[in-house]
């Protein structure tokens, strides 16, 4: 009996060792990995948005060639709405930039100007106008980092403003009022910084909530005629205003999540 376990003993370690050496001949196993290719981090999108409008006080004033500037006292200028649409591109996960064109709906701009011809001392004529305003807006932003699918942002942009002025009237203390048809025109340089936050629908769509402070220039009247002795205009200087807007926007070639890499089939080896 010993000499039978001895013999398949060393039976099984002969075809231990045999094992052995035959594994030593084969190569080493190659596990193969391809990489899933990333998706595109730009992309051009399409913007759309609506905002309120709140204005900054303007100063306002009667200027004229002959007897130079008259200026107004506790000007005003009403709030509006705004509505914009914009074309830009996603250069990659942290900046992108856009050209916006953005109408701001008429407001009335009020000031009252010290009454020199009135009876009473002191009186004072209210003086209005309506105000409106095209931009067309360059615009950079730096998005800063996304928790949740929400990426906050800061940006600034430089353009031009188109500010009309129409519906000029003046209405004295006793009552007597004019008043001047038509509308002036006049571009301005523009700028404006804004900041908010951009929460993903999907890949593609994105709701974009903002604030947005904007230097619009200046608006000037139609001319003024019988008042003065020279050719004069009514001025409302320094027009900023506060915006908050709420936007939708659509890109073509939205990024998608991380890459990520995983085996792309069974380990192999060659024999």
Known sequence: MDKFFKRLSLTGFAV?????????????????????????????????????????????????SAIGDLRYERESLDNTWMIGVGVGY??????????TVDYEAKATATGYAPCGGCVAPGQFSTEKADIDVWTVMLNGYVDLATWN?????VGAG??????SASNKTSLNPDG????YDGSNGDWNFAWALMAGAEY???PNWSIDAG??????????????????????REVW???????????ARYTFNAPAAAPAYYPAGPITSNF
Do not use: C
């Not at 200087?237 to 936007?247: C, N, P, S, V, Y």
């Open 90 to 99: 996603q250069f990659n996960r942290y900046f992108r930039s856009d050209v």
């Open 176 to 179: 007597t009022s004019s008043s």
């Open 158 to 163: 430089i353009g031009a403003s188109y500010v």
């Open 237 to 247: 200087e320094d027009l900023t205003a506060h915006e908050f807007r709420i936007g």
């Open 16 to 64: 231990v060792l045999s094992t052995a050496g035959f594994a030593a001949d084969l190569p080493t196993p190659v596990i193969e990995h391809v990489p899933v290719a990333p998706a595109a981090v730009g992309g051009f999108y399409l913007r759309g948005d609506i905002g309120y409008k709140v204005y900054g006080d303007p100063k306002g004033s009667f200027s004229d």
């Open 149 to 153: 699918r929400i990426t906050p942002y």
């Open 200 to 202: 993903a629908v999907t």
């Open 211 to 232: 604030y947005r402070y904007k230097d619009l220039g200046e608006a000037k009247t139609v001319k003024l005629y019988n008042v003065g002795t020279g050719e004069s």
